[in-house]
């Protein structure tokens, strides 16, 4: 299986700032990379597709980057609920996710 | 608008076997991988399989779960289920069933439609 690793585990943020956050894959997975957004007791929620699509109805606050295997994850304007875990996923093979992200209020 | 739903027992027995259904209203069972993903309290996220139905039905496991699971799917009433044997306490998590694209491949446009989520606890 595809390893995924992400970074950092978590960070501490105020509503306005830009958070950016890495992802890594074990091998090259091109572009294949989806995130997604969880808020606690919730299901998650895509943000991104291949690596830097901008999922439907998602704000454009939110861009994605890379190819190989590292990717980031970069959230301009961070808005209330943003504060969230976030995950990354390779869809290259049978899918894995990323540790997780936790986006927490300073 | 799709929409998601599972249900199922949210207490089972070691040993025992989990059966869970996932209903799908307001769009077309083809050509999507219905999926079922699960996540451990506290914990990340875990693909665990999919059906694919476009006239004939494929399926694909992890393989850490594979001789333990199977999806099957009702295409006449829009259902998918999920059956995972011979259950330990390591398999209390939330499950949770969602929607795939077909693309390049299983989850190349991500997992676009989630249901809420159903809490199963083994003990």
């Known amino acids: 299986d595809i390893q995924m690793t992400q970074s950092p585990s978590s960070l501490s943020a105020s509503v306005g700032d830009t958070v950016t956050i890495a992802c890594r894959a074990s091998q090259s997975i091109s572009t294949h990379l989806n995130w997604y957004r969880q808020r606690p007791g919730t299901a998650p929620k895509l943000l991104m597709y291949?690596?830097?699509s901008l999922q439907s109805g998602v704000p454009s606050r939110f861009s994605g980057s890379g190819s190989g295997t590292d990717f980031t994850l970069t959230i301009t304007s961070l808005q209330p609920e943003d504060f969230a875990t976030y995950y990354c996923?390779?869809?290259?093979?049978?899918?894995?996710f990323g540790g997780g992200t936790k986006v927490e209020i300073k | 608008q799709v929409q998601l739903q599972e249900s199922g027992p949210g207490l089972v027995k070691p040993s025992e076997t989990l059966s869970l259904t996932c209903s799908v209203s307001?769009?077309?069972?083809?050509?999507?991988?219905w999926t079922w993903l699960r996540q451990p309290p506290g914990k990340g996220l875990e693909w665990i399989g999919y059906v694919y139905y476009n006239g004939r039905t494929s399926h694909n496991y992890n393989a850490s779960l594979k001789s333990r699971v199977i999806i099957s799917a009702d295409t006449s009433i829009n259902q998918f289920s999920l059956q995972l044997s011979s259950l330990t306490a390591a398999d209390t998590a939330v499950y949770y069933c969602?929607?795939?694209?077909?693309?390049?491949?299983?989850?190349?446009?991500?997992?676009?439609?989630w249901g809420p989520g159903t809490t199963v606890t083994v003990s």
């Open positions: 307001g769009d077309s069972f083809s050509n999507f991988f």
């Open positions: 996923q390779q869809s290259y093979s049978v899918p894995t």
């Open positions: 969602a929607r795939a694209r077909a693309g390049m491949t299983s989850s190349y446009y991500g997992l676009d439609v």
């Open positions: 291949a690596a830097s």
